[in-house]
């Protein structure tokens, strides 16, 4: 589903270089929810960007679900971004002067779907999030973790079979983190997607089936989650990263 091979991404050139991803390899070859850890500036946003075509590569091949998209045209990379992932953000990013069920069929508007298929994906996606009752409700009336919710079910509209989260629940209460977590792991199954979630926290991590580190622009290593807690998450993340 998603393959990262020698991955490099430099930003700015000469002295002010920043070598954000140095080489980075990375496997995921099935459905299910996964982490990936890594200290503030280790790449983490870096990745998630170049996975979900916002951004190129300035060396090495990345496949998802099943494209190379490295080496797409810029064309092909908008249809990419549309149809094949899904990305959610820490800041929800929803359009605030737009009704939860308009920012959800949003993408299906630009796109020039049909009217009545979109309304009927995106109200069930709403009720499948459990947001419904906030279908008419603007991002301003809804709480943290509505929004992101709301957001989701917008990352979902074109069923992308890869969705990428990058801190989703950074802005959210520890209650609504969990809830979100659980939800995740959920719609992964369900729906057999990838979901990849970038996250500082273990806590997230015990919901995810394998965790990735992620260190100077590196993968330093991955392992699985099965039967750990917090603490243990916490160790061997330590571990795979040589601490
Ligand atoms: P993380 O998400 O793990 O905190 P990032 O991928 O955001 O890390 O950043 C990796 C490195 O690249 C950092 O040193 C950061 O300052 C740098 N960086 C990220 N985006 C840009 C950019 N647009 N321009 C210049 N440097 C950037
Ligand atoms: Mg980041």
Known sequence: MIRAMG???????GDGAVRAL????L???EAGFFAIMGPSGSGKTTLLHLLAGLDRPDGGEIHVAGKRIDTLSERELTMFRR????IVFQQFNLIPTMTALQNVELPGVLAKRDGAWLRSRASGLLERLGVDDRAAHRPDAMSGGEQQRVAIA???LFEP?????DEPTGNLDSDS????????AELSRERGMSVVMVTHEPAAATHCSRVFA???????????TESLDESGVAAEYQRAVGA
Do not use: N, P
Not at 7 to 13: A, D, E
Not at 83 to 86: L, S, Y
Not at 161 to 165: E, S
């Open 83 to 86: 149809e094949d992932v899904g």
């Open 22 to 25: 140095r080489g980075l390899d």
């Open 161 to 165: 079979r890869v969705i990428l989260a």
């Open 7 to 13: 991955v490099h991404k430099t930003y700015g050139q």
């Open 214 to 224: 992620v260190q100077d622009g590196v993968c330093t290593g991955s392992f699985a």
């Open 154 to 156: 917008r990352a979902m």
């Open 27 to 29: 496997e995921i070859d």
């Open 177 to 184: 983190s969990r809830a979100l977590w659980g939800l995740l």
